[in-house]
């Protein structure tokens, strides 16, 4: 059986816990959390170092013993031939530059604003005021770039998606942190950002979308 190396209080592993239960694919799951002594995590041991010289989760190890890491990456690799990937060229071309945008300009922000309020072990974050206000700044310009876009789907159909008319991976990338956005002090709310907040109850309500702290029965 595919083994899933995720942490479960983070947005990177959630969005691939939740295509893989989008698409029924069983794995067995090893928890990888933040305990106290951050020092001491399963990312730092040579065995797991072996499988990821980068040492992060999410990490997929195949039955074969060969292993994918990156979210983005498990993603496509997850969805190929199914629904949840676009298959014309432009419209997967599509949903790489939204994917490739919330790694450098979304998730650094939103993700790393929250990370200093959902992680207090992790003594080795800078949270001085400015770069908390940095954070902020990026993070809320990430947040109004993504509220553009769906507006500007919007005008086009009537149910609009990152990119388009359906709902694909780009949707579970962006919705990995942008769900959990107020944990960093973002506001998602209607009256904020509305066509976000419209956005993601459209995507907590497609079948089978399971919440974050949702694991499968190893
Ligand atoms: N770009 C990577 C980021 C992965 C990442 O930063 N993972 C964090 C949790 S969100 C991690 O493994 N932290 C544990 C550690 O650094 O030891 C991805 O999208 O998978």
């Not at 939103?110 to 200093?116: E, F, K, P, S």
């Amino acid at each position: 059986m595919i083994k899933l190396y995720s942490m479960p209080s983070s947005g990177n592993s959630y969005k691939v816990r939740l295509l893989l239960a989008q698409l029924g694919v069983p794995y067995q799951h090893i928890a990888v959390e933040y305990d106290r002594n951050v020092t001491n995590m399963m990312t730092n041991t040579p065995s797991f170092r072996d499988k990821n010289p980068h040492g992060k989760v999410p990490l997929v190890e195949f039955q074969d013993g060969t292993t994918l890491s990156e979210s983005n990456a498990i993603l496509h690799y997850f969805a190929e031939g199914t629904p949840f990937i676009p298959t014309s060229k432009i419209e997967r071309a599509r949903a790489y530059q939204w994917m490739f945008w919330e790694q450098n300009s979304h998730e650094p922000y939103v993700a790393g604003r929250m990370a200093t309020f959902n992680y207090p072990q992790r003594v080795d974050m800078d949270r001085s005021p400015p770069r908390m206000a940095a954070l902020l700044a990026s993070g809320n310009h990430a947040l109004d770039v993504l509220e553009v876009q769906l507006a500007k789907n919007k005008a086009t159909t009537p149910v609009p998606f990152v990119c388009g008319e359906n709902y694909s991976i780009a949707d579970i990338c962006l919705y990995g942190y942008t769900h959990a956005a107020g944990e960093g002090g973002f506001d998602v709310s209607a009256a904020a950002r509305p066509h976000i907040a419209s956005w993601l109850k459209r995507v907590a309500s497609q079948p089978g979308h399971v919440t974050i702290d949702w694991l499968p029965l190893n």
